[in-house]
């Protein structure tokens, strides 16, 4: 995989846009650069008006940016052939209110290309997966949230495209339809699909991707797997007591560390990779029992917020 052209590669990308009635200047992106390997899910994160989203747009030619290349499957200058095989979800997506679902993505194939056959099968297929079987007969115009993003889901889906750009495809959804949203994603790299997608559910970003780019104020401020950007040291360790009394809290206060009592038993937190096995030791001692130890490590989260304030300052307005 990494002697294969990269399937998205965009090179010092800027873009300035010009607002309001003086025609003011705003730097929506200043720089990026960041590359999308085949066959990998690619995440692109960063706070409301980072950036994500003017990048994805120049990266589908719906904006052109100001500076800077932008290669879709090797190509400086994508052709319509190349459009075609990616799909794209975009973060609020607009159908006809008065189409139902099958309506909708025959009009999507159509304007893919595809034979009315195939159209029908593959809209079938397409609402089966995404979970909307219930509402064939409902007008998008009456769907939830939820629901236009898993309609939108289906129409990027809909010609099987080679790589799917996803931004903020979670948005609206339940923790159920989170889940399932995050299967379909998986699978689809099972299937050798290469996918690029915006989040702000951190989390799922964790279990989903094999590398992100975090984008602040129009600039790549960190890049690569997220088993080179998060720190490996445990951070701080949890120890779950119980029996544990007012003169052993004391001890424990003597030690530097801090305890809260949840649900009658203490819960006592360790900062840092060491102390752990003195507190444990001294709970002991003590007639304590021990209930949990968990260690966390440096979460996506820790590394965002780390990373926008080293960054320092507001985000860009777009």
Do not use: W
Not at 303 to 313: H, K, M, N, Q
């Amino acid at each position: 995989m990494a002697s294969e052209a990269p399937v998205v590669e965009v090179r010092g990308l800027h873009k300035t846009f010009r607002v309001g009635f003086f025609r003011k200047k705003v730097e929506a992106v200043r720089g990026i650069d960041f590359e999308v390997r085949r066959g990998e899910i690619f995440g692109l994160l960063g706070p409301n008006g980072a950036g994500k989203t003017t990048s994805i747009k120049s990266i589908l030619r719906l904006i052109f940016p100001t500076a800077g290349t932008i290669k879709l499957f090797g190509s400086l200058s994508p052709s319509p052939e190349a459009l075609r095989r990616l799909g794209y979800l975009p973060e609020s997506p607009y159908v006809y209110q008065y189409l139902r679902a099958h309506e909708f993505l025959d009009l999507c194939g159509r304007l893919c290309g595809l034979d009315a056959r195939t159209r029908a099968e593959r809209a079938d297929e397409m609402i089966a997966r995404v979970g909307l079987g219930h509402a064939v007969d409902r007008p998008i115009g009456r769907f939830s949230k939820g629901m236009l993003q898993r309609i939108g889901l289906a129409q990027a889906l809909l010609h099987d495209p080679e790589l799917l750009i996803l931004d903020e495809p979670m948005s609206g959804l339940d923790p159920i339809g989170r889940k399932e949203v995050r299967d379909l994603i998986v699978e689809e790299r099972q299937r050798g699909k290469t996918i690029l997608f915006t989040s702000h559910i951190l989390s799922d970003v964790e279990r989903l991707c094999d590398r992100v780019a975090i984008v602040h104020r129009g600039k790549v401020t960190a890049y690569g797997a997220l088993s080179q950007l998060l720190k490996p040291e445990v951070q701080r360790t949890e120890i779950e007591l119980e029996g544990c009394d007012e003169t052993l809290r004391a001890r424990l206060d003597e030690l530097g560390v801090k305890t809260s009592v949840v649900e009658k038993r203490v819960v006592a937190i360790v900062e840092g990779e060491t102390g752990a096995r003195d507190v444990l030791e001294v709970a002991l001692a003590g007639g304590a029992r021990v209930v949990g130890v968990q260690e966390q490590r440096e979460t996506l989260e820790d590394l965002f917020v780390r990373d926008a304030l080293r960054s320092g300052g507001a985000p860009l307005d777009r």
